[in-house]
């Protein structure tokens, strides 16, 4: 039996370069969870070493940059907004703290080059397992986007306002 497929927008974008992107968005966010192209994405994004992330005083977003191993699969980001992030330091009990803190910022310092071992996704809330044992977790906002994820392909999930995804995948360029 075929699941009926959620209702899709087309969005059509254009670069600097005059390049132009089709992407396709599933305007239902509940029915992104059992898409199989969502499971895709987060295994490709599992097992990527984190390369980067940046925590800035000006920018609401704390950023994790994984830029793709092999050099062919494309850079993904996360992109964290929500103030409050529950962190589980190795050895440690979780605990919530602001996501501009300075456990944030020297917890990350000691996961660069680690890799992503666990991503999951439930209810909007995302939680990201990292090899050596630093666990971050961020619940889904009634009000606000709280989280991204960005691929340099044009894949982008968003967790909107209460839980629900909206996934705009990669497609076809014209």
Known sequence: ???PRAPQ???????????VTVRTAD???AAALTDPRLQQQLDALRGQRLSQYSISRF???LTLSFWGEPATM?????????????ITPPGQQPRQVPARSEL???TLLDTLGHRLSQIEISNG???LTFGNSVQLDVAPHQQWEDWQIYSEDGLEIVCVPGGELTIF????SH
Do not use: C, F, N, W
Request: overall charge negative.
């Open 1 to 3: 039996m075929t699941r």
């Open 9 to 19: 927008s087309r969005i059509i974008s254009k670069d600097s370069a005059g390049k």
């Open 27 to 29: 305007v239902e966010g």
């Open 59 to 61: 920018d609401p977003a």
């Open 74 to 86: 494309p850079s993904r980001t996360i992109q964290i907004e929500e103030d409050t992030i529950e």
């Open 104 to 106: 944030i910022a020297t």
């Open 125 to 127: 809330h995302l939680r």
């Open 169 to 172: 995948y990669p497609g076809p």
